[in-house]
């Protein structure tokens, strides 16, 4: 089948009634690009759902003309849509062809009988939110879309599926399985061509067999070959073949098909944990959102495959979806970066979390929507494992119990060849029980102000009710029907549970990260513990305020979300720019990767207050020695380091030493006195200096400055340019006390995506042309629209004009 983007040439406005749409005039629609954030170009409230980041729910209405060629009247035609956020309704030429009411989900539009062909057709498609997610979706047509077109006889789609059963030293076996779908209204026996190609296109290994199918039904295609010399796919070594089918009757060719995938093999037991090609792989795992930052939810494959490459570089081998299946998009940058994936399914099954979640389809709809994510993951060497659910509050009863069952062995029937799992939060798992035995009022905070909030106030007590006879009892026959045990902040029982259940695999699924030392030394001394996945890699929009520094509180943190003008979580390693925060260092420091010491200085204008820390978060610490106005005034400086000892230096002079390394949890902290110059940290092993670390106060004239990841970019839609824009001195010192506002503006074949910074309560939008900095920093996301030279000019009050040339070729 001919597969093109059909992402161009879309409007987008407000959902129109029937009757609304014979006397309104439309004006209010625009035209669009897809992928597409509809949500995120609304104002927000100040009343708004810190959920969703006080963007108000809406219901867009997109639609797009297009032109069917009179010959296609002999062609079948299927329009492919990745996700559509949320219950998304379909209509072709004003008749309803389709709905799909999970937004997470692909899915297919037969088109055929509702087209009228030589002529234009009009698709329209409804996306609507309401109250349906606990953090920030998205609305609207948000992954890409497909025009797909094929002859009458054909490969079915997603049937094309590759395994790799048998691996040797020096061969493996690849098995080949696809359908061959005859709509015409005769026999035919078609010849089928399948070759495989390694990552330098050399042809390793190909096979040819006719199939023949009756009118109207299908044929199944199964092939075995031999690849001698395999290259295998493993982390480190991301190889990729690509098998390529090529379907001819009578000589003439009736369709093809490709799909990459990688030769590897998948072990799991209590003594050796996972293997990959039989080596032991512990997962240094991130949990991550779907929303790209500045550019919200639209599901850019450029956008995706920079995310993949900076969690990458910060240390992480495994990323969690969270919570809701992966991008196609991301799953190629996990295939060719070497990134492991679990992903999730679900966040609820028969119980709402939100008041208008998917559990008010999921009896209908699970099975579709299970079939849609194993359909999209089955040829991704970089999935291993499925999740069921996420902290689905039915798994501490039997009734649950079955549900996770029939979603298991629904996954088994598709696909045997990978792991699953279930991300079990154990108080949720035993909350019924909770309300019978803790103070009602407790319980019923806890049901208004939600898990997330429950959790943190409960502090040390959780680890009592996790380790609970209740929890063991009531999680049991959940964990029985997955193959790995998921623990969302279970680890007080990684250890228990090595003796209570000998056979039980675990994967912390989902962890708090200031805690990863603690985590990471249980990782690497237990083989039944697998990996880490902290809460979270990136920080995303919604569940505002969730990982802040709170200062001065007085009492619990009864509501740990924050209301507007919060716009992020304030979690994760990675800003939503995709700069790296000090706990990123940190925990490159934990696992080992990192061997140079690293500093981080806490914000002095909060020096003399209480700071409390939410269990998601970390300190309120930037990595800069520039505190312009706070000359002679005390600062705490925080050094990380898993050498013996560190020393601080300022302006040469020592301030002090301290023993670290992992007995100290990896970190030390100095109180001082600001003066500009330099800091500098020194770490030293048996005496003898390994490593140092220094920064810079800037000083003098404040210079803008800008750069772009790539200077050449693809003049597609499913590309992007990345501008990193900071205020920094002559020597490239950080200004991180100069924010001032900054503008772009986007000459040539291109435009401006998105604009922004991390500052986590900003009321500033992402889709104007000028955005005021955070930490010195921001983030201009620019997309082509065509062919040429694209000029990006970078304003700010003071600074001298930059200049950005991108080519779109």
Same mark, same amino acid.
């Given at each position: 089948?001919?597969?093109?983007?059909?992402?161009?040439?879309?409007?987008?406005?407000?959902?129109?009634?029937?009757?609304?749409?014979?006397?309104?005039?439309?004006?209010?629609?625009?035209?669009?690009?897809?992928?597409?954030?509809?949500?995120?170009? !609304?104002?927000?409230?100040?009343?708004?759902?810190? !959920?969703?980041?006080?963007?108000?729910?809406?219901?867009?209405?997109?639609?797009?003309?297009? =032109?069917?060629? +009179?010959?296609?009247?002999?062609?079948?035609?299927?329009?492919? =849509?990745?996700?559509?956020?949320?219950?998304?309704?379909?209509?072709? !030429?004003?008749?309803?062809?389709?709905?799909?009411?999970?937004?997470?989900?692909?899915? #297919?539009?037969?088109?055929?009988?509702?087209?009228?062909?030589?002529?234009?057709?009009?698709?329209?498609?409804?996306? %609507?939110?309401?109250?349906?997610?606990?953090?920030?979706?998205?609305? $609207?047509?948000?992954?890409?879309?497909?025009?797909?077109?094929? /002859?009458?006889? *054909?490969?079915?789609?997603?049937?094309? @599926?590759?395994?790799?059963?048998?691996?040797?030293?020096?061969? +493996?076996?690849?098995?080949?399985?696809?359908?061959?779908? /005859?709509?015409?209204?005769?026999?035919?026996?078609?010849?089928?061509?399948?070759?495989?190609?390694?990552?330098?296109?050399?042809?390793?290994?190909?096979?040819?067999?006719?199939?023949?199918?009756?009118?109207?039904?299908?044929?199944?295609?199964?092939?075995?070959?031999?690849?001698?010399?395999?290259?295998?796919?493993?982390?480190?070594?991301?190889?990729?073949?690509?098998?390529?089918?090529?379907?001819?009757?009578?000589?003439?060719?009736?369709?093809?098909?490709?799909?990459?995938?990688?030769?590897?093999?998948?072990?799991?037991?209590?003594?050796?944990?996972?293997?990959? /090609?039989?080596?032991?792989?512990?997962?240094?795992?991130a949990c991550i959102h779907h929303d790209n930052g500045v550019i919200g939810a639209a599901t850019i494959d450029r956008a995706e495959e920079r995310r993949v490459e900076i969690l990458k570089n910060a240390g992480f081998n495994a990323l969690r979806s969270a919570h809701h299946p992966m991008s196609k998009a991301l799953l190629d940058a996990?295939?060719?970066?070497?990134?492991?994936?679990?992903?999730?399914?679900?966040?609820?099954?028969?119980?709402?979390?939100?008041?208008?979640?998917?559990?008010? *389809?999921?009896?209908?709809?699970?099975?579709?929507?299970?079939?849609?994510?194993?359909?999209?993951?089955?040829?991704?060497?970089?999935?291993?494992?499925?999740?069921?659910?996420?902290?689905?509050?039915?798994?501490?009863?039997?009734?649950?119990?079955?549900?996770?069952?029939?979603?298991?062995?629904?996954?088994?029937?598709?696909?045997?060849?990978?792991?699953?799992?279930?991300?079990? @939060?154990?108080?949720?798992?035993? %909350?019924?029980?909770?309300?019978? *035995?803790?103070?009602?009022?407790?319980?019923?905070?806890?049901?208004?102000?939600?898990?997330?909030? %429950?959790?943190?106030?409960? $502090?040390?007590?959780?680890?009592?009710?996790?380790?609970?006879?209740?929890?063991?009892?009531?999680?049991?026959?959940?964990?029985?029907?997955?193959?790995?045990?998921? #623990?969302?902040?279970?680890?007080?029982?990684?250890?228990?549970?090595?003796?209570?259940?000998?056979?039980?695999?675990?994967?912390?699924?989902?962890?708090?990260?200031?805690?990863?030392?603690?985590?990471?030394?249980?990782?690497?001394?237990?083989?039944?513990?697998?990996?880490? =996945?902290?809460?979270?890699?990136?920080?995303?929009?919604?569940?505002?305020?969730?990982?802040?520094?709170?200062?001065?509180?007085?009492?619990?943190?009864?509501?740990?979300?924050?209301?507007?003008?919060?716009?992020?979580?304030w979690v994760g390693d990675i800003d939503i720019t995709g700069e790296r925060r000090p706990i990123s260092y940190y925990r490159e420091i934990v696992f080992g990767l990192r061997k140079q010491p690293y500093i981080a200085v806490q914000r002095p204008e909060h020096y003399s207050r209480n700071a409390t820390l939410s269990s998601w978060g970390?300190?309120?610490?930037?990595?800069?020695?520039?505190? @312009?106005?706070?000359?002679?005034?005390?600062?705490?400086?925080?050094?990380?380091?898993?050498?013996?000892?560190?020393?601080?230096?300022?302006? $040469?002079?020592?301030?002090?030493?301290?023993?670290?390394?992992?007995?100290?949890?990896?970190?030390?902290?100095?109180?001082?006195? #600001?003066?500009? $110059?330099?800091?500098?940290?020194?770490?030293?092993?048996?005496?003898?200096?390994?490593?140092?670390?220094?920064? *810079?106060?800037?000083?003098?004239?404040?210079?803008?400055?800008?750069?772009?990841?790539?200077?050449?970019?693809?003049?597609?839609? @499913?590309?992007? +340019?990345?501008?990193?824009?900071?205020?920094?001195?002559?020597?490239? /010192?950080?200004?991180?006390?100069?924010?001032?506002?900054?503008?772009?503006?986007?000459?040539?074949?291109?435009?401006?995506?998105?604009?922004?910074?991390?500052?986590?309560?900003?009321?500033?939008?992402?889709?104007?042309?000028?955005?005021?900095?955070?930490?010195?920093? +921001?983030?201009?996301?620019?997309?082509?629209?065509?062919?040429?030279?694209?000029?990006?000019?970078?304003?700010?009050?003071?600074?001298?004009?930059?200049?950005?040339?991108?080519?779109?070729?």
């Open positions: 089948m001919i597969k093109n983007s059909f992402n161009s040439d879309w409007t987008v406005g407000p959902r129109t009634t029937y009757f609304s749409e014979l006397i309104s005039n439309q004006s209010a629609s625009k035209y669009v690009t897809l992928p597409h954030d509809a949500m995120l170009e !609304n104002v927000r409230s100040e009343n708004g759902s810190s !959920n969703i980041a006080c963007y108000p729910d809406g219901e867009y209405e997109y639609k797009k003309s297009f =032109f069917v060629p +009179a010959e296609y009247q002999h062609k079948r035609v299927t329009i492919e =849509f990745e996700g559509v956020y949320n219950q998304a309704m379909v209509y072709i !030429n004003g008749d309803f062809a389709c709905q799909r009411p999970f937004g997470y989900s692909q899915f #297919y539009v037969k088109a055929d009988r509702f087209l009228k062909y030589g002529a234009d057709n009009e698709i329209k498609v409804v996306a %609507m939110t309401n109250k349906d997610s606990r953090w920030y979706s998205g609305a $609207g047509i948000y992954r890409n879309t497909k025009l797909i077109v094929g /002859n009458l006889v *054909h490969i079915a789609l997603d049937s094309l @599926n590759i395994d790799t059963p048998y691996i040797h030293n020096d061969r +493996a076996v690849i098995c080949v399985e696809a359908t061959i779908e /005859n709509e015409s209204l005769s026999t035919v026996t078609a010849k089928v061509l399948t070759e495989i190609f390694d990552n330098n296109g050399n042809l390793v290994a190909s096979d040819l067999s006719p199939v023949t199918t009756f009118a109207g039904e299908s044929g199944k295609l199964r092939q075995r070959m031999l690849v001698r010399e395999p290259k295998l796919w493993n982390v480190n070594e991301p190889n990729l073949y690509t098998c390529k089918l090529t379907v001819t009757i009578d000589e003439d060719l009736i369709d093809e098909d490709t799909s990459t995938f990688g030769i590897r093999s998948l072990t799991l037991d209590s003594e050796q944990g996972l293997c990959i /090609n039989g080596e032991q792989v512990k997962l240094r795992g996990c295939d060719r970066l070497g990134i492991l994936v679990m992903d999730e399914s679900f966040d609820m099954w028969t119980t709402t979390k939100s008041e208008h979640d998917y559990a008010l *389809h999921f009896p209908v709809w699970w099975e579709k929507d299970i079939e849609a994510m194993v359909n999209k993951d089955y040829n991704h060497p970089c999935v291993i494992m499925y999740s069921i659910g996420n902290e689905i509050p039915e798994t501490g009863s039997p009734f649950g119990s079955m549900w996770g069952r029939k979603l298991s062995e629904k996954i088994r029937s598709l696909d045997s060849t990978r792991f699953v799992t279930n991300s079990i @939060n154990f108080m949720l798992a035993v %909350m019924s029980d909770l309300a019978a *035995h803790k103070d009602e009022d407790q319980h019923d905070s806890a049901e208004s102000s939600g898990i997330n909030t %429950m959790m943190n106030d409960l $502090g040390d007590v959780m680890a009592k009710i996790v380790t609970s006879d209740a929890c063991t009892m009531k999680t049991a026959e959940s964990f029985a029907n997955v193959d790995i045990a998921g #623990y969302n902040y279970g680890e007080a029982r990684y250890l228990m549970d090595k003796k209570l259940f000998p056979n039980r695999i675990i994967v912390g699924s989902e962890t708090f990260a200031g805690k990863i030392d603690q985590y990471w030394k249980m990782v690497k001394e237990n083989s039944h513990l697998i990996g880490d =996945f902290t809460w979270t890699g990136w920080d995303y929009l919604g569940e505002a305020g969730v990982g802040r520094v709170h200062y001065d509180w007085d009492g619990p943190l009864m509501e740990i979300q924050s209301k507007y003008p919060w716009v992020t979580a970390w300190s309120d610490s930037i990595s800069s020695w520039s505190w @312009n106005g706070y000359e002679g005034q005390p600062i705490k400086v925080e050094l990380y380091s898993d050498a013996e000892v560190v020393e601080l230096l300022i302006n $040469g002079k020592s301030v002090g030493k301290a023993s670290i390394g992992e007995s100290n949890r990896f970190k030390a902290e100095f109180d001082t006195i #600001y003066e500009p $110059g330099e800091a500098t940290v020194v770490a030293y092993n048996g005496g003898q200096e390994t490593g140092r670390m220094t920064l *810079h106060s800037a000083s003098g004239a404040v210079v803008l400055n800008s750069e772009v990841d790539r200077a050449e970019i693809t003049a597609a839609d @499913n590309d992007l +340019a990345f501008i990193k824009i900071s205020l920094i001195d002559e020597l490239g /010192n950080l200004y991180n006390t100069a924010d001032r506002k900054v503008s772009v503006k986007v000459e040539g074949p291109g435009v401006l995506q998105g604009l922004g910074s991390a500052k986590p309560d900003t009321e500033e939008p992402f889709f104007n042309n000028e955005h005021t900095t955070f930490d010195g920093k +921001a983030l201009a996301v620019v997309r082509p629209t065509g062919k040429g030279t694209i000029t990006v000019k970078v304003n700010a009050d003071g600074c001298d004009t930059q200049i950005v040339t991108i080519l779109s070729s």
